[in-house]
């Protein structure tokens, strides 16, 4: 019996010291394994930086690298929001063609691209969804849409501004430019501290230090004689294109909605310019404007006569 009990004794001694055994064996192979995963994550770390920096010395453009972090949307995306946004059942929705001209020329603008739009329309959000890498502005006349369309997309810029201008003032009100051209209504300033009756001068104070690449004039709504029409929002955007800081993109593309539309067919030729006119289909004028000489004090090399038959 005592050997028995001895030998019982001895294996109930043993039992801890093979669990111990065990337990080092499974800590010393944890520690090994979390050593081997370390020196992993640490070379792969090592080898991706390597690779940044051998491509950036060997020549690879700025744009590219930004292109790479902020992935634009695929030509296929881009498409489907165009061809459903055209078939919308609102009867206000731009047409196809007009939405693919500016689709294409947003999709061709370097980042971050900057898209300014007078008007909160059908097409909002997808002026927004297409620009994911820039800032899209819009600029209402109806401070309570404004803030509305900020509320149920908290994603929107949107801000409010004041028009002043009537349709039916609208030979007048180009003959006060045409004599101010040289003082309040120059074609390049800061539009923050203009006196021109065209020029919109309460836009947020930020606003006016952006260099605009893209801008639309799809706003104010109204076309009877009453309506501020969109006299102001076209000068704005030639002023503003015009007095680009050096050092950005001298373009800036201006896209004209409604262009078939009396007032802003004459408005865009003396303000836009009909030598900047680069198409003109549908609905849709496309302007491409250069930045100015601060010195400048003529809209155009040659202004038409349109204007005396509004």
Request: charged fraction near 20%.
């Amino acid at each position: 019996m005592k050997n028995n009990l001895s030998n019982s004794t001895k294996l109930i001694l043993l039992h801890p010291y093979i669990q111990k055994q065990g337990g080092s064996n499974r800590l010393w192979l944890l520690a090994f394994v979390s050593f081997l995963t370390l020196a992993f994550l640490l070379t792969l770390i090592y080898t991706r930086e390597s690779i940044t920096t051998t491509a950036v010395g060997g020549g690879v453009s700025t744009s590219a690298t930004t292109g790479a972090n902020n992935p634009s949307l695929s030509k296929a995306v881009v498409r489907a929001l165009v061809h459903y946004a055209s078939n919308s059942n609102n009867t206000e929705h731009m047409s196809y063609t007009d939405i693919k001209q500016i689709s294409d020329i947003l999709r061709q603008c370097s980042h971050p691209c900057n898209f300014l739009v007078f008007g909160l329309t059908h097409e909002t959000l997808l002026w927004k969804a297409l620009n994911p890498n820039g800032r899209t502005v819009f600029i209402d006349e109806n401070r309570y849409y404004a803030a509305y369309i900020e509320e149920k997309y908290p994603e929107i810029e949107a801000y409010d501004v004041q028009y002043s201008t009537k349709i039916s003032e609208v030979k007048e009100l180009i003959s006060s430019v045409k004599e101010q051209v040289q003082n309040e209504c120059r074609p390049v300033q800061n539009l923050l501290f203009s006196e021109c009756k065209l020029g919109l001068n309460d836009l947020p104070n930020q606003l006016y230090e952006v260099d605009w690449n893209i801008i639309l004039v799809d706003g104010p709504r109204g076309y009877w004689p009453e309506a501020p029409g969109r006299m102001a929002a076209i000068f704005t955007a030639g002023v503003l294109a015009r007095s680009k800081k050096a050092g950005a993109s001298p373009k800036t593309h201006i896209f004209v909605h409604d262009f078939n539309m009396k007032v802003d067919r004459i408005t865009s030729d003396e303000f836009l310019c009909k030598e900047n006119l680069v198409k003109s289909k549908d609905m849709l004028g496309h302007f491409i404007l250069d930045r100015m000489d601060s010195s400048s004090t003529q809209f155009c090399r040659s202004h038409s006569s349109s204007s005396s038959s509004a």
